[in-house]
């Protein structure tokens, strides 16, 4: 039973530049939520998505954009990239969107420079 | 306050037991959790307790819940070299209507051989 998988596992890039992050959520889970963690601190919610829409989104501009799949993946996109985007983004996936059992990915580290 | 505070060091001796403390912000918070982060990796959920417990009990883990005073605590029985990583408790705050995890920053067990 694979768990959540990010992809890719390190990224540079540079600023002004776009990324975009991908998540598979773990075997029966339907609901994805990204989370960024800046160095030294807690996981910051993005955005959560279930049943392909964007449910609810935490305090991020909207140079951060996503997207949910009909197979729940989900990909993570930032556009015009700042230097304090750098950062781990996590992925956690959960059922119903839900949040009883929400398991997280190995994430992304993501470098801007 | 509206920040989940946890401290930010402890060092602990092997087999003795850890105790990380945390205090959450809404009182209505229905789930607590603790999760723990070894060095480059993702998030690995620990255990969570709902509201009504005041303790749970798993294996080495055990959870303690003051609803009075929103303070969590994770004691670690037996600590071994193994459980040294970032321990964040979360909370779900249902009175912000948010469905996603609130972190805290994070406390770093060191375990000392």
């Known amino acids: 039973d694979a768990g959540v998988t990010q992809s890719p596992t390190h990224l540079i890039k540079t600023r002004g530049q776009q990324v975009t992050l991908r998540c598979s959520p773990k075997?029966?889970?339907?609901?994805v939520s990204w989370y960024q963690q800046a160095l030294g601190q807690g996981p910051q919610f993005i955005f959560q998505?279930?049943?392909?829409?964007?449910?609810q989104r935490g305090n991020f501009p909207d140079r951060f954009s996503g997207h949910q799949f009909p197979n729940y993946s989900s990909e993570l996109n930032v556009n015009a990239l700042l230097l304090g985007d750098s950062a781990l983004y996590l992925c956690?996936?959960?059922?119903?969107?839900?949040?009883?059992?929400?398991?997280f990915g190995q994430g992304t580290r993501l470098t801007v420079v | 306050g509206e920040d989940v505070e946890q401290s930010l060091f402890l060092s602990v001796r092997e087999g003795d037991s850890s105790v990380i403390n945390c205090t959450y912000t809404?009182?209505?918070?229905?789930?607590l959790y603790w999760y723990k982060q070894e060095p480059g990796a993702g998030l690995q959920l620990l255990t969570y307790?709902?509201?009504?417990?005041d303790m749970k009990q798993d294996q080495r883990l055990t959870v303690l819940l003051n609803k009075k005073d929103k303070h969590l605590s994770l004691r670690i029985a037996d600590t071994q070299t193994g459980d040294s990583a970032i321990y964040f408790c979360?909370?779900?705050?249902?009175?912000?209507?948010?469905?996603?995890?609130?972190f805290g920053t994070g406390t770093r067990l060191t375990v000392i051989p």
């Open positions: 307790i709902f509201s009504n417990m």
């Open positions: 075997s029966g889970h339907d609901t």
């Open positions: 809404d009182s209505s918070s229905t789930y």
């Open positions: 998505y279930y049943e392909e829409e964007e449910r």
């Open positions: 956690a996936s959960s059922l119903n969107a839900g949040l009883t059992e929400a398991f």
């Open positions: 979360a909370e779900k705050r249902p009175q912000t209507g948010a469905n996603n995890l609130f």
